[in-house]
Structure formats: C-alpha cells, structure tokens
Nanobody, 122 residues
C-alpha cells in the first residue's frame, strides 16, 4: 500500500511563508497527478492545488491563486505558501493519482498522506 508522507507544516505569523513537501515511502513522487488538499476543524476537506506529471499543467483554487506555488521533482511534490493568513490554518494533505480528470475531487485520488498541521497566527 502506497503511503504518502507530508512534512514542513508548523506555526507561522500572518504574512509569513511555509513550504510543504510530500514524498512516498520509497522517497519518490512519480505519479501522474499530485495535489494538495486542506481541512480546517469542522469543515470539509477542500482542494488547494494540483500539478501534472511534468509540471506543464497546474491548477489552483481561488484562495491559493497568486499566493501558493506548486512544483514537483522525481522525489517530492512541494507547496510553497506565501502571505499566509489565519484562515489558511488547517491540516494539509497531499494526494496522488494517475490521470488529470476531475482534479478538484478528493474522491478521485488513490493515495493520501496523513496530513501536516499549518497554523497561522494573527
């Protein structure tokens, strides 16, 4: 069973930056599509961003556009988050699957990480 592993979460002040990383148990990230989701307490898991296998296609949700950057190499997928706001506080999850269709839908992803906490203080 493939297990994805996130890292890089933490506590940051509003306006600060964090970079999240995701790899798998083999220290590789060779999936067709990688994505980031997040879930705040009492809310549904929501889509943040996705990237295809070679980085030629990227998709961001509205709140991430212009502040977050997604990238990947053969070993990791990254989410660089700038100008963080208290409302960005959530557990961030990485996910992976093979095809680009319906990238915003969490149910279409085959592999998930355990999540990493991001807390933004005001």
């Amino acid at each position: 069973q493939v297990q994805l592993i996130e890292s890089g979460g933490g506590l940051v002040q509003a306006g600060g930056s964090l970079t999240l990383s995701c790899t798998d148990s083999a220290r590789a990230f060779n999936y067709g599509v990688g994505a980031w989701f997040r879930q705040a307490p009492g809310t549904k898991r929501e889509f943040v961003s996705a990237i295809d296998w070679n980085g030629s296609r990227k998709y961001f949700t509205d709140f991430a556009e212009g502040r977050f950057t997604i990238s990947r190499d053969g070993a990791n997928m990254y989410l660089q988050m700038n100008n963080l706001k208290p409302e960005d506080t959530a557990v961030y999850y990485c996910a992976a699957k093979e095809n680009w269709a319906v990238v915003k839908e969490s149910s279409t992803y085959d592999f998930w990480g355990q999540g990493t906490q991001v807390t933004v203080s005001s």
